[in-house]
């Protein structure tokens, strides 16, 4: 028998919000207690922050629930905070598993640093996002881009919705500038990571390059790499069922 389960803390992309883990926490079920926050800057509450402060909102979240020590699971943006907790406070960290991550400067395209740029990235971000809701707004549309990447509807749909959203555009662009300012920072970091580390990366991955998780996997000594043949950036949804087994078994410190 394994040991039991650590809790799990779930760490969302850019842009997203703790919604975006419903499906894979419904497939975990009570196999593992899972912790799902709204990072700042998407809580409708507070300001983006570096991956200093969204660390910091992650331990919040943990000493809120009692939890000394968690797994920590990020996707996208959300695996450069989970290294980030795992490199600067590794005593709280009993394993990571990084989904599609964007935490190593291979992660990056030129489009990341044009967005990261004063006054014209903001413009940028905004026009890229707003065009986003736009086109995604009529629902044939949404149907088309559902099933072609295999997403729901409905996720599209609240999607399209919440892009119009100004703080969502001010929370992109500001993240934009935290991931060329602080990866330099975190991959000098990444050779002293000590968490048993997951990484796990879909081969049509377009947003972050399957390159990148090699690369990523190289930086950290003893990380574990697993690649989804045919799956894309989205893996919380595409890939429900195996990121839910992947977590539980880094979580209870068993072969995945």
């Known amino acids: 028998m394994g040991n039991a389960p650590e809790p799990v803390v779930l760490l969302h992309g850019q842009p997203g919000g703790a919604r975006d883990w419903e499906p894979v926490r419904a497939a975990i079920g009570t ?6 926050l709204d990072r700042p800057g998407w809580d409708g509450r507070t300001a983006p922050t570096d991956l200093a402060g969204n660390a910091r909102a992650a331990l919040a979240a943990m000493d809120a629930r009692g939890a000394e020590r968690a ?12 290294a980030w907790l795992a490199a600067f406070h590794p005593e709280r960290v009993g394993a990571l598993v990084l989904v599609a991550p964007a935490a190593n400067l291979a992660s990056l395209y030129r489009l990341d640093y ?17 065009g986003l809701s736009v086109a995604l ?3 044939r549309v949404r149907g088309w881009v559902a099933a072609r990447l295999a997403l729901d509807d409905r996720y599209l ?9 100004p703080a969502v555009w001010r929370a992109y662009a500001a993240e934009q500038r935290v991931l060329t300012r602080d990866l330099p920072v975190l991959e000098d970091r990444l050779t002293s990571l000590a968490a048993p580390t997951t990484i796990v990366a879909g081969t049509h991955d ?30 919380l949804h595409q890939q429900v069922g195996r990121m839910a087994d992947l977590i539980v078994a880094a979580a209870s410190a068993r072969p995945a």
């Open 206 to 235: 377009r947003v972050v390059p399957a390159a990148a998780a090699h690369e990523l996997a190289a930086q950290i000594p003893g990380a574990e790499l697993v690649l989804l043949d045919h799956a894309g950036h989205l893996l």
């Open 137 to 139: 707004t009529p629902r």
């Open 71 to 82: 797994t920590i699971v990020g996707h996208s943006f959300g695996g450069a905070i989970a």
């Open 157 to 165: 749909e609240t999607w399209a919705r919440l892009l119009r959203a």
């Open 31 to 36: 196999r593992a207690q899972t912790i799902a």
């Open 114 to 130: 044009w967005l990261a740029a004063p006054v014209v990235g903001e413009v940028a971000s905004v026009v890229t996002l707003a």
